[in-house]
């Protein structure tokens, strides 16, 4: 067994690691690459060696414990209209020099589709206290847009990655029941509890890589152990804890000549006002979307107002799995006025910065007064 080999995603214990790793295991756990193992069947000190192994390699882009940010920052999806010529340079100044911009895509469509205009696609985060209408505003000027829409989520029906295990699906593979709606709210915490998500949101280095990894991670951030536990068990039990997610490198070739996926497919569909959820849910139940939403996308884009997002390797084969989303819309009596898709390019993926603090900084950094950002100014 090479060096290589176990590189490999499609090696037999790294994908059976893979496959818990990316997006199976939900909620906090003080021993998650246990955790792990025990799904994967494998023994702990082989996964955390694995990973570790991964992530220096980058195969993984990263690791860490990942959160409902829904309900801790005012979130968007953005799509932006800005010169061909200013394209590039925008997709580098969101991604290099805007914490809060967390995945920035250029993506194309048929030229006479709505929104072909808009090339320039981002999510955009922005901590609690803050106005996301000012501070998208403030990005417009500095990347020269010249139009631009912000789409934020009135409900959520999928969130996941989990490329290893999607690999095999058949079009039309869903769940027995409608996908769950949930909606954002805003959840209030205490300086504490901040402190504490401070540290455990940051993305786990290799050398952090260990059966216990949070304990030495509070000690990073100077918090009692025990003191740390207590604050995340509470953010938990408001149900702020997502899930511990190994993340791949599926936009760029890996270092074992693999591709993750090929593909990134966002699928936009325009149902009758009030069937929303109801489509959504059908939406999200099949097993190829790793997010969908409800947002409202205006005329620019048809009026579409049910998006998702599906990855291959294959065009072909996720034009097939819309088809079969499509024709399951139909079997269940929701008529969709307009559909389309818009293609993936250039993409960079990185985690919104979603602390009040950290908003503060980046305002002063740019000479500019964090209290003409806030909501109420």
């Known amino acids: ?110 030229s006479s589709l709505p929104g072909a205009a808009f090339r320039l696609w981002t999510t955009v985060k922005v901590p609690q206290g803050f106005s996301l209408e000012r501070h998208v505003a403030y990005i417009a000027r500095v990347i020269g847009a010249e139009a631009w829409r912000v789409m934020p989520a009135r409900c959520l029906f999928a969130l996941g990655v989990g490329h290893v295990r999607r690999r095999s699906l058949e079009p039309g593979a869903r769940a027995d029941a409608p996908a769950q709606p949930q909606f954002p709210q805003l959840t209030r915490l205490t300086a504490a509890e901040w402190q504490a998500l401070a540290a455990l949101k940051e993305p786990l280095e290799p050398g952090e890589l260990l059966p216990e990894p949070w304990r030495a991670r509070a000690d990073r951030f100077g918090l009692p152990y025990e003191a740390f536990l207590e604050a995340v068990r509470g953010l938990e039990a408001k149900g702020l804890i997502a899930r511990f997610s190994t993340f791949l490198e599926h936009v760029k070739e890996l270092p074992t000549g693999e591709r993750v996926t090929r593909y990134n497919a966002l699928f936009h569909w325009a149902v009758e006002p009030g069937r929303e959820l109801e489509a959504g849910a059908e939406v999200g139940r099949h097993h190829i979307i790793t997010h969908a939403y409800w947002r409202e996308a205006g005329p620019e884009f048809g009026n579409v107002n049910i998006m998702a997002v599906a990855h291959g390797t294959e065009k072909a084969a996720l034009l097939a799995h819309k088809a079969a989303i499509d024709a399951h819309l139909a079997e269940a009596g929701i008529p969709v006025a307009y559909t389309t898709q818009f293609w993936g390019g250039r993409s960079e993926i990185k985690p919104s910065e979603i602390l009040p603090s950290a908003y503060e900084t980046f305002c002063r950094e740019r000479g500019i007064d964090p209290d003409t950002m806030r909501e109420d100014a």
């Open 1 to 110: 067994m090479t060096a290589t080999s176990v590189l490999s995603t499609a090696h037999p214990e790294t994908a059976r690691i893979l496959a818990v790793a990316e997006d199976g295991l939900a909620g906090f756990h003080e021993r998650p690459f246990a955790a792990i193992a025990e799904r994967a069947g494998l023994p702990e000190q082989l996964v955390i060696e694995r990973i570790r192994d991964l992530l220096e390699a980058g195969v993984v882009r990263r690791v860490r414990q990942t959160l409902n940010t829904g309900s801790l920052a005012h979130g968007a999806l953005v799509a932006w209209k800005v010169p061909a010529d200013a394209l590039h340079d925008a997709f580098d100044t969101l991604f290099r020099d805007d914490p809060f911009s967390g995945h920035v895509v250029i993506r194309s469509t048929d």
